[in-house]
């Protein structure tokens, strides 16, 4: 699933760069999709599978955290340079060689584990209709700027996205190998910690999205600059990405430093929340990026721990993918609901006679304070749903064909998690 998406995310990106209509780019922005949905779904169960060590799994977490994380950064600055530099069509020619070279590495390296096979059925049904119900969701509110938040075109696409989901879940039940089975939200920390990603990711988008039409829009940033100002948040976050955090989590448990980075990203997007029209990049600007920075920097690993400590090696494929798609269906519900907020506040302040830059500054202000209000809906969450578990909280440990190994697993800290029997050498 690895190889297939990356070749098919390499191949998009050349179709892409050499598109030459909005048609085009858009229909392989479409396949871009389906291959790192691919790649990037498969990358936590094969982290999970290969690093079955506590200390090795956390160090390997760490990693992927400030890849995952920081590529996001990174790629604001790589392609503000590519663009302004040379031209827009070589941020996709650029991840030719790079997924050439993954794509080799990959298939030398990573070790094959077995699978079912198309023979044993695929939820085709599922995944049209919860694929189907995201997209009726987003165009929804996005187009609620255009026709009002109470107009029966958003009533009617927003009702027919809540059904999908609706008959989705009604499907899943009933299917004998769903794409999603209703019983891995019963796996403690799995489904939790995915409502945790999902509120922290929507306030981290705020700051992608939103930060950068504020520097650009309001600040009058250029594209270099504007990716450059990103920098120190790519920086904490490498930092902490590759060691601190993990022994925190070690030392401490996950949800100490998950409780720090989440109180440290609201406090950033508190401070955007603050500035103005002639707000200076230092200090004001800086330190929310670097407080956004931490926060990523001791959220996400801890959240990728809890996620996946209790989660059996048959189904750690499963919890992958709904790692995966909590991140993306949080950051594109979030921005699409951010990015409306912010535009209809843009505009009624407008009506109201506010010059274009304070109206603007006023719309993203108003998207700055609810994504405040998610990431701190996520700090209660962690509190409520993430307890620390008791010396007798234990569950057992299966050893990935539904029978329980002689120890058992906590919840907890990486520390805490005994390591999964090896496979016998027959399933290797």
Excluded at 135 to 161: D, Q
Excluded at 331 to 340: D, N, Y
Aim: positive net charge; proline residues 5%.
């Amino acid at each position: 699933m690895f190889l297939t998406g990356v070749a098919v995310f390499t191949a998009a990106s050349a179709a892409c760069g050499l598109a030459n209509t909005q048609g085009l780019l858009v229909a392989g922005r479409f396949i871009q999709g389906l291959g790192g949905a691919a790649a990037t779904s498969a990358i936590v169960a094969i982290i999970a599978t290969e690093f079955q060590a506590p200390r090795e799994r956390a160090k390997a977490m760490s990693v992927y955290t400030f890849v995952i994380s920081g590529g996001a950064s990174l790629g604001l600055i790589t392609g503000g340079v590519i663009a302004q530099a040379i031209d827009w069509h070589w941020i996709f020619f650029i991840n030719v060689p790079i997924g050439a070279v993954t794509f080799l590495l990959g298939r030398t390296r990573i070790v094959e584990n077995p699978g079912l096979g198309i023979g044993r059925g695929v939820d085709i049904l599922g995944s049209v209709l919860i694929t189907a119900a995201l997209m009726l969701g987003a165009y929804s509110i996005v187009t609620s700027s255009s026709y009002g938040w109470t107009s029966a075109h958003t009533f009617l696409f927003g009702a027919a996205a809540v059904a999908l989901i609706a008959a989705f879940i009604a499907t899943e039940a009933r299917l004998p190998n769903p794409i999603m089975p209703l019983r891995t939200f019963a796996i403690r920390g799995l489904a939790a910690s995915s409502v945790v990603r999902g509120l922290l990711i929507t306030g981290m988008y705020a700051t992608f999205f939103l930060g950068v039409l504020y520097l650009e829009r309001v600040r009058g940033f250029g594209v270099l600059q504007t990716s450059l100002a990103f920098l120190p948040q790519i920086f904490v976050l490498a930092v902490l990405s590759l060691g601190p955090t993990a022994w925190l989590v070690g030392r401490f448990g996950a949800r100490v430093p998950l409780l720090i980075g989440l109180v440290a990203a609201g406090a950033g997007l508190l401070l955007l929340r603050d500035t103005g029209v002639h707000t200076h990049y230092f200090p004001g600007v800086l330190v929310a990026f670097v407080l956004m920075g931490i926060g990523a920097g001791f959220a996400f690993m801890p959240l990728l721990t809890i996620a996946m400590a209790r989660v059996p090696s048959r189904d750690a494929g499963l919890a992958s993918g709904i790692v995966n798609a909590s991140l993306q269906m949080s950051a594109a519900l979030g921005v699409a609901v951010l990015g409306t907020i912010a535009t209809d506040h843009t505009r009624t302040l407008a009506d109201q006679g506010q010059n274009h830059s304070v109206a603007l500054l006023g719309g993203y202000h108003l998207s700055f304070l609810i994504a405040t209000i998610c990431v701190g809906a996520a700090v209660v969450a962690s509190l409520v749903w993430l307890r620390k578990p008791t010396p007798r909280a234990t569950v057992p440990v299966t050893d990935g064909r539904d029978q329980p190994t002689e120890g058992f697993a906590r919840a907890e800290a990486p520390s805490e998690v005994r390591p999964l029997r090896p496979p016998s050498p027959a399933a290797s």
